[in-house]
């Protein structure tokens, strides 16, 4: 059976992707596809959203939306069936958004590993975790 793989990154860090990549690479070894995910926050407050200038946001979705396909390039190996998706708006709620359109099988995170101050699981992933409706693999950095 294919397994088809929901996979959020953040292009600006590698601890988010190098680690989740290779599980997700291992998972597809009987075939599937796999969905690359990178969110671009949405800016929320109107007076925020006034300090940029016009078109912002869609110059802003293009470059990010190149950025993507050219990390889609350069890491995953030709052999996989891989489909990149740039989303925006709030990074948790994307995330489930996309995998539930998306009827993936298993979403693979990244979460650093906690010290006494933190919690086990950044926000982001532990909302994903409590939320999803499909599997999640959260790998340790």
């Given amino acids: 059976m294919a397994?088809?793989?929901l996979l959020p990154i953040d292009l600006s860090s590698p601890a988010s992707w190098v680690k989740p990549m290779a599980e997700a690479q291992k998972m597809l070894l009987g075939g599937g596809a796999l969905h690359v995910v990178s969110v671009l926050p949405d800016f929320g407050m109107s007076m925020v959203?006034?300090?940029?200038?016009a078109?912002?946001?869609?110059t802003a979705l293009h470059q990010?939306?190149?950025a993507l396909r050219k990390w889609v390039a350069q890491n995953v190996p030709g052999s996989i069936e891989v489909h990149p998706h740039v989303l925006h708006g709030n990074i948790y709620d994307e995330i489930l958004r996309a995998a539930d359109e998306l009827d993936v099988d298993v979403i693979v995170m990244a979460a650093h590993r906690p010290e006494a101050k933190d919690y086990l699981l950044g926000p982001n992933v532990a909302r994903v975790v409590r939320h999803a409706k499909q599997s999640v693999y959260v790998v340790r950095d």
Wanted: proline share 0%.
């Fill in 3 to 5: 397994t088809t793989i």
């Fill in 49 to 53: 959203g006034t300090f940029f200038k």
């Fill in 55 to 58: 078109g912002f946001e869609q």
């Fill in 64 to 66: 990010f939306g190149e």
